[in-house]
Nanobody, 125 residues
Framework: QVQLVESGGGLVQAGNSLRLSCAAS????????VGWFRQAPGKYREFVAA????????LYADSVKGRFTLSRDNAKNTVYLQMNSLKPEDTAVYYC??????????????????WGQGTQVTVSS
């Protein structure tokens, strides 16, 4: 079992930045592929970004490409989603998810086994 806890959400103005964190309970988290998804009210869960267990094969949704960046700190069992140039349409609950060990990255939410509780990101215009 892998328990995931997101943090770092909040209310920001358009154009500003936030960094979301996804901390895992398991020291073998470094062997898991991690993805971020988001869900706005009344909308389906949407893929944001993902990378494989080694931090490679990074995928980004077209809507965030060039603005969001994934990274991981294996010593802290934590994955980060740096979000720059935020837009009102980025407003959503953001979830991190993991699959593994030693899995490839995926943009399909059903391929992830473990999920965090979500963190709210609100971008005002």
């Amino acid at each position: 079992q892998v328990q995931l806890v997101e943090s770092g959400g909040g209310l920001v103005q358009a154009g500003n930045s936030l960094r979301l964190s996804c901390a895992a309970s398991r020291h073998t988290f470094s062997t898991y592929a991690v993805g971020w998804f988001r869900q706005a009210p009344g909308k389906y869960r949407e893929f944001v970004a993902a990378f494989n267990w080694s931090g490679g094969s990074t995928l980004y949704a077209d809507s965030v490409k060039g603005r969001f960046t994934l990274s991981r700190d294996n010593a802290k069992n934590t994955v980060y989603l740096q979000m720059n140039s935020l837009k009102p349409e980025d407003t959503a609950v953001y979830y991190c998810a993991a699959r593994g060990p030693y899995y490839s990255s995926s943009s399909y939410y059903k391929e992830y086994d473990y999920w965090g509780q979500g963190t709210q990101v609100t971008v005002s215009s």
